[in-house]
């Protein structure tokens, strides 16, 4: 194809397009008029449409080049009668540049006000005091910082605009003050970095109370869905194999562990107040993440691998509701990692409640072991052994580790 060819081409194109979106403009112009007889008008369609929004920006684009070569005529014209040049551009500049930062720390003012009113209630768990505090103190650090450099930042350009009294001070270099900056912001970083080591430490690396056992919750993740396992009377979640994964066994429960054949499944998380909680965590088929925004705990769920986070709730449900003055508040936790479609449904009710409370639910709870598991693990279709009196914890844990010994021999 000749150039000329392929340039005559392309502006054919070019004009059919033009010409296209044009006449579906006219088109609902048209529409529009014929309809103005008629009662109803649905205009929703036209403001939907990319074409409107790209014609309107289009106008916008032409209307500030207009008044632009409008401006340049009048100060060539100015220019060529010898007169001295109409617009003091480094004035309006350097008041623009003010401008902006009255408007700008308004801005971050609204933000901070509107905005900072909806951020998350106070923590509801121990660590997630430790952490809110390490939020508000760099976020004060860095709030100053920020609000000082650009007043300096738009402050100098408005107060050292040109003036043709005043010549520029030749000033290359400062030792004092590159000192100054290099270590100031050095010795805040390393307080925060820190602080933030610290207090990460503190939280992943506990040595465990033999008086104030933790309670083992293990959560599974899948798409898009949660399944919460309680660990029953033993306090130990037993082991789980994907390869026994079948429909009746959705989890892939080992009921050859004797510490899973009293495990117990729910529908919710119910946990004790002021008790350490031990998240066991992991998933059946893609990176999850479990995400509890109210307790500040938020940890990956992993295919093939258990991740463990542990946590006191400090906030019972009931006095949450009084608190947020919300009745009807409920914690939550939810998946926090896009994971597929249904991504946004995976969210379960978080129930904090007293001891006594939390005995009484996880007594009514089911087993996961049922007549249909026993005879594929050939259990006898009786009650477990290790489901005893709810009580008797102490005897039982030694009963299964006995048990667990034997059966490793
Ligand atoms: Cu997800």
Redesign the pocket.
Known sequence: MSLRKFITNKTTAALAVLLTVFANTSAFAQAAAGAAAAPKVDMGEVYKSVIFYILIFLAVCLFIAIIGKAIRVYELSREAQGKPVGINWNRIHASLFALFLVLGLYGVYWEYTVHGAMLLPDAASEHGKKIDEMFNLTLIITTIVFIATHILLFGFAYIYKYSAKRKAYYYPHNNTIEKIWTIVPALVLTVLVLMGFLTWRSIFFKVEDPKNKAVQIEVT?E??KWSIRYPGADGIVGNKNYKLTTATNPLGIDFKDLNSRDDEMADEMVLPVNKPIKLILTSKD?I??FYMPHFRVQLNTVPGMRTIFEFTPTKTTAQMQQETNDPNFKFLF???????S???N?QKVVRVVSEAEYKTWLAEQKTYLNDDLRKQFNLPVAPAPVKAAADSTATDSAAVKTNQMALNK
Not at 335 to 340: Q, V
Request: net charge positive.
């Open positions: 993740s798409q898009f893609v999850h993440s939810f998946c926090a990692k896009i994971c597929g249904g991504h946004y995976m």
